[in-house]
């Protein structure tokens, strides 16, 4: 029984911070990419970013450079999200995934599919 379980999430002010933690159960993804998505009431899932099993890998979505860092610990079997200078934007619920195919990397939300049930992070202005 695989399970990924986000935590972290919270109000903050605009400028603060969060990091996400993304804590996966019943098997090991050390050979998967995990990834973050996000995603708001009337819009589609968002991808926000991806880490390869081993780290060489990551990619953001533009919004989101500069600020946000992924991260991983294969010891752990544990994906992070660490959110600097936050904006009200970024305001969604924020789901952690992993993907169906080891060593590969991908920012397409099909790819992945092992799902946390997400956490709520509020940025207000």
């Known amino acids: 029984q695989v399970q990924l379980v986000e935590s972290g999430g919270g109000l903050v002010q605009a400028g603060g911070s969060l990091r996400l933690s993304c804590a996966a159960s019943g098997r090991t993804f050390s050979s998967n990419a995990m990834g973050w998505f996000r995603q708001t009431p009337g819009k589609e899932r968002e991808f926000v970013a991806a880490?390869?099993?081993?780290?060489?890998?990551?990619f953001y979505t533009d919004s989101v450079k500069g600020r946000f860092t992924i991260s991983r610990d294969n010891t752990k079997n544990t994906a992070y999200l660490q959110m600097n200078s936050l904006k009200p934007e970024d305001t969604a619920v924020y789901f952690c995934?992993?993907?169906?195919?080891?060593?590969?990397?991908?920012?397409?939300?099909?790819?992945?599919?092992?799902w946390g049930q997400g956490t709520q992070v509020t940025v207000s202005s």
């Open positions: 995934a992993a993907d169906f195919v080891p060593f590969r990397v991908s920012l397409t939300s099909q790819h992945y599919g092992y």
């Open positions: 880490i390869n099993w081993n780290g060489a890998s990551i």
